[in-house]
């Protein structure tokens, strides 16, 4: 079946412009992860959604960044006045656990570049 | 900081040598997992060893988990350069006796196999 997808592949933006990245997790999937990988911090966790419960945010490293699950499917990670720190690869999980005690399945990313 | 440290940084072994990559964390886990990323993109889920768990295989993986210790290993048997490649171990914590999926990932082991 298909798996997770994010869109765009890659991004380029100047700083100062908003962004937007999205997700489409596994159908079905109940619970959702935002995670980003950058050349001096590694792989980070960014955010959590689980079903309808108040998401997770202990990840966000401010408050530009900012995410949405509408329906419980699809996510959308928000990143406002960008800045060139920001220039990652953004990585979307899901995972079907109610418990989320297995494993996540993770998209292709997004690769944005703030110049 | 990352939970995870993973030792070698970069390893590079010929053809049919084995791999052997060692993953320390800190806190109590719920599990263990492994990862493995091609060009610095998506994750692929390559195992998942429980915390009550002492050894587990997949295919020509091996993965260990001592939890007195703190520690985890991964052993890719008969590599092939296809092996090439970084690899992640990513811990998913408990927080009063409850994990929530976040995972905590280590700076990774770049894998070369040469032909």
């Known amino acids: 079946g298909a798996g997770v997808s994010q869109s765009p592949s890659n991004k380029v933006t100047e700083k100062g412009k908003d962004v937007e990245l999205r997700c489409d997790p596994i159908s079905g999937h109940t619970a959702l992860y935002w995670y980003r990988q950058s050349l001096g911090q590694g792989l980070e966790f960014l955010i959590y959604f689980q079903g309808n419960s108040a998401p997770d945010k202990s990840g966000l490293p401010s408050d530009r960044f900012s995410a949405e699950r509408t329906g419980g499917s699809v996510s959308t990670l928000t990143i406002q006045r960008t800045q060139q720190e920001d220039s990652a690869v953004y990585l979307c999980?899901?995972?079907?656990?109610?418990?989320?005690?297995?494993?996540?399945?993770f998209g292709p990313g997004t690769r944005l570049t703030v110049l | 900081s990352q939970q995870g440290e993973e030792d070698p940084q970069a390893l590079s072994i010929q053809e049919g040598e084995n791999a052997t990559m060692n993953c320390s964390y800190k806190t109590s886990i719920n599990n263990l997992q492994w990862y493995r990323q091609n060009s610095g993109r998506g994750l692929v889920h390559l195992i998942l060893i429980r915390s009550n768990e002492r050894e587990k295989h997949s295919g020509r993986l091996r993965v260990t988990l001592d939890t007195s210790k703190k520690s985890s290993s991964l052993l890719i048997t008969a590599s092939r350069a296809a092996d090439t490649a970084s690899y992640f171990c990513a811990t998913d914590a408990l927080a009063g006796g409850t994990s929530y999926g976040k995972l905590t990932f280590g700076q990774g082991t770049i894998l070369t196999v040469h032909p």
């Open positions: 999980a899901s995972t079907p656990a109610t418990h989320n005690t297995d494993t996540q399945y």
